[in-house]
């Protein structure tokens, strides 16, 4: 099973910007789909953006234009850039690993975002 760890989370003001980065070991990474999901006060986990072993992507439409999801195969990577930041983007944020060939869900620790003036 792959382990992730996350990190690159803080305070930031409205307008900024923040870069997530969550670190795979155990596993095979091209075998995952990686994705960022966040949960906010009394709201449900959602996800934020997704990419595959092959670099396809998706994105929520709240965050669309103003984030950007990446990995680096080599380095068991991936990361989630985050611009224009707004108060609402405040939430935990969790990185995800699916098994492409079990469909078997990893979750990081999660990391805190807090977007505030």
């Known amino acids: 099973q792959v382990q992730l760890v996350e990190s690159g989370g803080g305070l930031v003001q409205p307008g900024g910007s923040l870069r997530l980065s969550c670190a795979a070991s155990g596993s095979i990474f091209s075998f995952y789909t990686m994705g960022w999901y966040r949960q906010g006060p009394g709201n449900q986990r959602e996800l934020v953006a997704a990419i595959t072993s092959g670099g396809n992507t998706n994105y929520a439409d709240s965050v669309k234009g103003r984030f950007t999801i990446s990995r680096d195969n080599a380095k068991n990577t991936a990361y989630l850039q985050m611009n224009s930041l707004k108060s609402e983007d405040t939430a935990v944020y969790y990185c995800?690993?699916?098994?492409?060939?079990?469909?078997?869900?990893?979750w990081g620790q999660g990391t805190q975002v807090t977007v505030s003036s």
């Open positions: 995800n690993a699916r098994n492409v060939r079990t469909g078997r869900d990893s």
